[in-house]
């Protein structure tokens, strides 16, 4: 993927900026993003969670549908 400083360096003959290459790619669809990393568990929340689990596996339907 074309970063919006090496389009900029290619067309430096030019004396293109930044934001006006910036510009043509968002015109293209390319806005440069990617997705955020996701935090890993750890171990303390794991046990937390498995905690949590346990302790309300036999819930009813109805305690459920009034949680949220």
């Known amino acids: 993927m074309v970063r919006s400083k090496e389009l900029s360096e290619a067309l430096r003959k030019k004396i293109v900026a930044a934001y006006e ?9 390319f806005h440069g993003r990617c997705a955020r990393r996701k935090p890993l568990l750890s171990k303390k929340n794991i ?7 346990r ?3 036999d819930k009813d339907q109805v305690f459920w549908n009034n949680v949220l």
């Open 55 to 57: 302790e309300n596996i």
């Open 47 to 53: 046990k937390a969670r498995l905690k949590f689990a």
């Open 21 to 29: 290459s910036d510009k043509r790619l968002h015109k293209f669809d």
